[in-house]
């Protein structure tokens, strides 16, 4: 592989524009989103999520069960949309991040090493996943970090924090057309299965650099859970805790 020289990243992390997926009523989340990206000078857009009881999600086919859950339906609505966004504004690489999550605090200088070996072709690229396979035959040496690392993507779930380049969005609205596709699964098992059935190019950074907070009194947007707890990934060294946030954020 030809050795690259490390550039420094713009305010998107090296990618044409970050898109945070939020819905209307989370004026709290894009509070603390914005906290995140005074803190590390990120630039982003805040795109329009889809309500669980908005219009366009009775009007699915019947048939996308999707476990009986409308706000299954409406993340995966969102995330279609936003594909329809980076085809329209002409972005050749995005990344999408979810408006519940935290960050390494070296996140700039992680992801310059991870541009320099992410190969040229790469179509989605996770900052994070869960549930995910690390064939540790896969990872990609770079020889800069050994803290993290970027291995060839197997099934990554979790839609929380990841990239996809023009050519992948344009993929997706093809493969899970809204209008002519059954849906039979959440918007992150549809794309780990892709990728597990090698359609799409994908890699991911392994421990994970951007997770996904959740606390007992902040009940989930998409599926209902009553027993939560306080949770949260592990990261090396977490952006809100520094900022003051505890693990009984909100």
């Known amino acids: 592989m030809p050795v690259r020289k490390i550039e ?19 004026a709290d989340r894009r509070a603390l989103m914005d906290e995140l990206g005074q803190f590390h000078g990120l630039c982003f857009d805040y795109f329009k999520a889809v309500e669980s009881d908005d219009m366009e999600v009775n009007r699915l086919n019947q048939s996308w069960n999707l476990y009986g859950f409308p706000g299954i339906k409406a993340c995966y609505l969102s995330h279609y949309h936003i594909y329809e966004s980076i085809i329209k504004n002409g972005y050749s690489k995005s990344l999408i991040l979810e408006d519940d999550v935290d960050m390494e605090l070296d996140l700039f200088d992680i992801m310059s090493n991870i541009h320099l070996i992410l190969p040229n072709d ?12 690390i064939d540790d035959t896969k990872i990609l040496v770079s020889g800069l970090s050994t803290n993290h690392k970027l291995h060839t993507a197997v099934h990554p779930q979790c839609t929380h924090a990841y990239a996809i380049t023009a050519s992948a969005a344009k993929k997706l609205l093809e493969i899970l057309d809204i209008d002519h596709t059954y849906a039979d699964a959440a918007i992150d098992v549809e794309l780990a299965d892709l990728i597990l059935d090698k359609k799409f190019i994908a890699y991911g950074v392994h421990p994970q650099i951007i997770t996904q907070w959740k606390a007992k009194d902040d009940m989930s947007d998409t599926v209902p859970e009553p027993d939560a707890v306080d949770k949260i990934y592990t990261l090396t060294n977490s952006t809100l805790e520094i900022l003051g946030f505890s693990r009984g954020w909100s």
């Not at 420094?8 to 989370?26: A, H, M, Q, W």
């Not at 179509?123 to 996943?129: F, K, N, S, T, W």
């Open 8 to 26: 420094p990243l713009n305010c998107t992390l090296g990618f044409d524009n970050i898109y945070v997926l939020s819905l209307e009523k989370r």
């Open 122 to 133: 790469w179509e989605i690229l996770y900052l994070g996943h869960c549930h995910e396979w």
